[in-house]
């Protein structure tokens, strides 16, 4: 109980303190007019109070990411809830601020067209193709999740729900973003604070106690999985997560005033640490052992977990609405990443979404071939979302490192983390079955060497530039994506 409070005790003042560090850093301007004022279109730059966009900003990031993720996390013992208040307040919050900071400055860019203007063409190009693929990933796993919780509260066939969700998903995707999402979102975040904090207290009030007994650190999970590099590929969301920056460039188009940045970029992602931060504990404290848990896994997947853990702690109805809570968070993060998947490919093909049939354009083949996706089975394409999200992520922390140094301001924030993750993407990628299937020892030994080479790389050229003029804002547009290649 007592780690529990410590960890959420990190958290909170990890926004207070250092994300103010992060917002000083930065510099936000509030006399500098926002994308949601310039480039105002009706359908996705549109200007919404703080508190909507908040909470649409948490509900986007907030797919089944923070409670899949830290239940398998849970398998590690207590290194996941190390993890997640680190990886959370030092990179994911880090990450999720600067990705739509420079959205903001970039005019509103999607993801591609920010690191595009930092780290040139390549980059840009590289990125378009990683973030489609990322995104209808995303898409994919957060049908198939959502659809398999439904089927054990309604009964019915899977792919009549699978129907249904993707429904749903065209209409909030075509339609402009006040529509539906600024109107159901709100409510949808009462639903979420239910589930995550009636499940804790309940926890918390039980005779489960709160940790399983004889449960430590692991070099290792019960499925015989190293914790590196596999704990920060498989618990991302509330820890640090890519699919993050394909989001906040959505709410970069709705904030008036850069001044609440911090609060809803970089405090909605601490949020999400706290509701990973809760289900690495009830995965670690409602079982008897992380054997059990296992046996859960094997038996009914993350999402028999959740069935079983929520009915049990609240009881039939309460257990009902949290794990409506818990399909609400796939959901309203899918219908986001199918549209910025939509925004992504308007962007490269400089194709105006304004009229409905030009999103019908890109929307209806983009719906087609996430739905064939959906026949793929769920593990093979959780592993390889996993790999694209966490890739994402070190790209975007190399772009802000990149501002930083050209800025000369202090980029040690943004610079460290990325090395981090790239040496995590590289060793996973190495020894994975996906990837080159090479042994560990040798994996770690590539991974961390590539990673540390680049980090040297990085520190050299901003040393050969620190007596250039700062980078001026209109030269890092997005319009402009290869304006950054002749100074770094």
């Known amino acids: 109980m007592v780690t529990f409070f410590m960890c959420l005790a990190l958290l909170i003042l990890g926004f207070l303190i250092y994300g103010r560090v992060v917002d000083k ?7 500098r007019e926002t994308p949601a004022l310039t480039e105002a279109d009706g359908v996705d730059y549109v200007k919404m109070p703080n508190y909507k966009v908040f909470l ?11 409670i899949y993720g830290p239940i398998l996390g849970a398998l590690y013992g207590p290194i996941a809830l190390v993890w997640v208040v680190a990886g959370c307040i030092l990179g994911g919050a880090v990450h999720d601020y600067f990705s ?3 959205s903001i400055r970039n005019k509103g860019a999607s993801v591609p067209g920010v690191i595009g203007a930092y780290m040139g063409n390549v980059a840009y190009n590289f990125m ?53 999402i600024g109107r159901l979102y709100p409510f949808f975040g009462a639903l979420l604070l239910f589930m995550a904090f009636g499940l804790i207290i309940s926890l918390l009030v039980s005779s489960h106690g709160m940790y399983a007994s004889g449960l430590g650190f692991r070099a290792y999970n019960t499925g015989g999985l190293p ?11 509330g820890a640090v997560s890519g699919f993050h920056a394909t989001q906040s460039p959505l709410m970069a188009r709705c904030i008036g005033n850069e001044k609440s940045g911090r609060k809803i970029f970089y405090g909605a992602m601490i949020c999400e640490g706290i509701i990973g931060l809760i289900w690495v504990t009830l995965g670690m404290s409602f079982y008897e052992s992380s054997e059990m848990l296992q046996a859960a896994l094997k038996s009914g997947g993350p999402s028999g977990v959740v069935y079983e853990i929520s009915n049990s702690l609240l009881g039939r109805i309460g257990g009902m609405i949290a794990i409506l809570g ?10 986001t990443a199918f549209r910025s998947a939509r925004l992504i490919i308007a962007d490269k093909l400089k194709l105006d979404q304004k009229p409905l049939m030009k999103r019908l354009y890109i929307g209806v083949p983009m719906f087609i071939l996430a739905f064939i996706i959906c026949t793929i089975p769920f593990g093979i394409v959780w592993r390889y979302f996993g790999f694209a999200n966490q890739t994402t992520a070190a790209m975007m922390l190399w772009a802000g490192a990149i501002y930083l140094g050209l800025n000369h301001k202090f980029h040690w924030i ?14 996973f990628i190495m020894q994975a079955k996906i990837g080159f299937n090479l042994p560990m020892l ?28 700062p980078l001026p804002e209109e030269e890092s547009a997005v319009h402009h994506p290869n304006a950054a290649e002749h100074r770094v």
């Open 100 to 102: 739509g900071m420079l």
């Open 414 to 427: 943004c610079s460290l983390p990325a090395t981090f993750m790239t040496a995590v993407v590289l060793c």
């Open 442 to 469: 040798v994996s770690d030994i590539i991974g961390i060497s590539v990673a540390v080479v680049l980090f040297g790389i990085f520190i050299w050229r901003m040393h050969f530039h620190k007596h250039t003029p």
């Open 326 to 335: 818990v399909i609400v968070l796939p959901i309203t993060s899918g219908d």
């Open 227 to 237: 914790a590196w590099p596999m704990l920060f590929i498989t618990l991302s969301c």
């Open 25 to 31: 850093i930065f510099g936000p301007e509030e006399s």
């Open 56 to 66: 649409i900003q948490l509900l986007n990031i907030a797919g089944v990411g923070p």
């Open 128 to 180: 378009n193709l990683l973030s489609l693929v990322l995104l209808i990933l995303v898409g994919v796993v957060f049908v198939l999740g959502p659809a398999k919780l439904l089927v054990q509260l309604s009964g019915w066939p899977i792919w009549i729900l699978i129907v249904a969700i993707f429904i749903y998903y065209i209409l909030a995707t075509l339609v402009p973003i006040d529509k539906i």
